[in-house]
């Protein structure tokens, strides 16, 4: 009898392909909703401002990103807690906290940003009153996660991950220069300005992000008490080669898929925008109205309703880890597969954060300053986070023989140090 963890599909699922979507779950819904839209705003602003010379960066991020999100993933997959509840059980109640509270603040915010996209692209496609659109989308979000069984809710995040294909479509509409393009993937150029720094910072800051984190680790969780055949690899080691197989292949194709709509994103953008002098985008709504007499009303439309898909995918995601992260943080009962009367705190904050998102596009509070905020919280937040889990990840009395170590360790690190850089830099910015 094998006791090897049952991370495979039930056996009622057959063909190959079916098979591969169903070791797809955390790492692929956690790459697509980096492609939100506020994140859709920066790569549009990056391939508008800087052209196809910006691609190598998407080409650098990858296996940074890839490798902290693995070990988010292999942290909770481990020890059955997320990052929150590790951190409450083995570091001091103060950085527990901090880190918590300013988590909160940065997806409330972002969540905000999100909305107002996503009622500006709606206003664009159809007209209408935009300001009824932002509470629409985020009740949508707030009863689909609150009321869908966790299984049919995980199911369709994958689903809503096909809209960030759309990107994909626009390139065939605008008729990319393959070579020109290609060339910048491969190779650097580096033409030292304020709006290069201020353009990488923003996408290191949208493609490594610690909601991220968070929310991957507590899918591994959720994926254990939702499926009685797993167990915290502490307690069930044998079951480790499996779970750290699918953690891996899993990881690796949603960053490949975020890091492949984004490079989308700035072809089309560098094509279009750049190449008729349109050097600023604020917004993704902006770079889909940017996009109408440029590349046709075809292009115009996929790139709107993009926003809404991608939309739909993380503004649940955002308020998801934030009330993972305040759950575990006070030892509440929290878990999407848990039933709301069963977790009232967990799914109160979790619509907490959605509402006060909507608050945020009904103020006089600029939607574009307000992303800026994010950036400069996420960056605070991601250098401690991302350094305790490498920290937490090579102890053994919280791993225990499963610490992370070798390349992915060397991976880790050097997505901390690249981080840590871009805090300093940004910091740097301020009194320059």
Known sequence: MTTLEKDEPTPSITGSAKRVLGRLGPGLVTGASD???SGIGTYSQAGAQLGFTIGWMMLLTYPLMAAIQEISARIGRTTGHGIA????????NWLLQFVVAL??????????ADLSAMADATELLVGGPSILYAPGFATICVLGIVFMRYDRYERLLKWLTLSLFSYVAVLFAVHVPWDE????????????????????LAILGTTISPYLFFWQASQEVEDVHANHQRKPLLRAPSQAVDAFSRIRADTLTGMAISNIIALAIIFATAETLNKAGITNIETSAQ????LRPLAGNFAFAIFALGILG??????PILAGS????????????VGLSRQPKKAIAFYSTLAASSGLGVAITWSPIDPIKALYWTAVINGVIAVPVMTVMMLMSAQSKVMG?????????WLGWASTLTMGTCLVGMVFGWFV
């Open 85 to 92: 509840g590790n951190l409450c059980r083995h570091y001091p």
């Open 181 to 200: 393009a290609l060339t910048g993937v491969l190779i650097p150029h580096i033409t030292w300005s304020n709006g290069l720094f201020t353009t990488l």
């Open 103 to 112: 988590l909160f603040i940065a997806n409330t915010i972002n969540i905000g």
């Open 35 to 37: 492609d939100d839209p």
């Open 401 to 409: 023989k499963f610490i992370i170590k070798g390349w992915l360790r």
């Open 287 to 290: 770079a889909a109205e940017a």
């Open 322 to 333: 934030a009330a993972y992260a305040i759950g575990e943080a006070w030892r509440w009962p």
């Open 310 to 315: 991608t939309g739909l995918l993380a503004v």
